[in-house]
C-alpha cells in the first residue's frame, strides 16, 4: 500500500470519527470537502491539494445512532489498483467483546471476518483488505451490516447501507484507474 493510500486511511476515518467534535482545523482540512460526492448513501472524498489520483479517493458512510452526534460505525473504503481489491478501515462501537472477532455479512450471510486491530477513544478498529468475493458481493447485494458481540448483550447487529454503493465504488477505482 502507498503512503496516499494509508494517508487517506488514516487521515480519512480519523476525521470521519472526529466529525462533530472540536477538531484542530488542520485536520478537518486533510480533504477536499468542496469536491465531496455523494453516492446514494456514500460519501466520496479525495485528498485536498493532490489531483486525484491512485489511492487518493476514499469511499464512506456513517451510521449514527440515535444521538445525531454519535456514531455507531464508521466505514472508509479505498481502492487499491495494484492489488485489485479495497483497503477497510471502520471504526466499531467500544465496549464490543474484542474476543468474538466482527463479522461483515451481506443479505444475512457472513461474507468476510476480520481481526480487531486497535482500540482508540472512538471505537475498535477493523483494517484490512476486502477479498474480491466479499466486494463482489458487496457490490451485487442488497443490505450489508456488521456484526459484534458485546458482553452481557450478545450479538448486534449495525446496518450498512447499500444504496449507492456500486456507483461510489465505480467513481474511486475509476479515479484511481485515471491517475
Not at 448513501?41 to 445512532?65: F, K, M, N
Not at 483497503?87 to 471476518?113: H, K, S
Not at 471505537?123 to 458487496?138: H, Q, R
Not at 447485494?141 to 448483550?153: D, I, L, R, S
Amino acid at each position: 500500500m502507498t503512503a496516499i493510500a494509508r494517508a487517506v486511511i488514516a487521515y480519512g476515518l480519523a476525521g470521519l470519527i472526529a466529525w462533530g467534535s472540536h477538531v484542530p482545523a488542520q485536520a478537518q482540512s486533510t480533504f477536499d470537502t468542496a469536491k465531496r460526492q455523494l453516492s446514494g448513501d456514500w460519501v466520496v472524498e479525495c485528498l485536498a491539494g493532490r489531483d486525484p489520483g491512485p489511492e487518493s479517493c476514499q469511499l464512506y458512510q456513517r451510521i449514527l445512532t440515535q444521538d445525531p452526534n454519535t456514531a455507531a460505525l464508521v466505514v472508509a473504503l479505498v481502492w487499491l489498483p495494484d492489488q485489485g481489491t479495497l483497503q477497510l478501515q471502520a471504526a466499531l462501537p467500544l465496549g464490543v467483546d474484542l474476543q468474538v472477532p466482527p463479522e461483515l455479512r451481506v443479505d444475512g450471510a457472513v461474507v468476510e471476518t476480520f481481526m480487531w486491530s486497535r482500540c482508540l477513544k472512538a471505537g475498535c478498529m477493523v483494517e484490512a483488505p476486502l477479498s474480491k468475493a466479499a466486494f463482489e458481493t458487496l457490490e451485487q447485494g442488497q443490505g450489508a451490516a456488521f456484526m459484534v458481540t458485546v458482553p452481557n448483550a450478545g450479538p448486534i447487529e449495525i446496518p450498512v447501507s447499500l444504496g449507492g454503493f456500486r456507483n461510489g465504488l465505480a467513481i474511486i477505482s475509476t479515479t484511481a484507474a485515471d491517475g
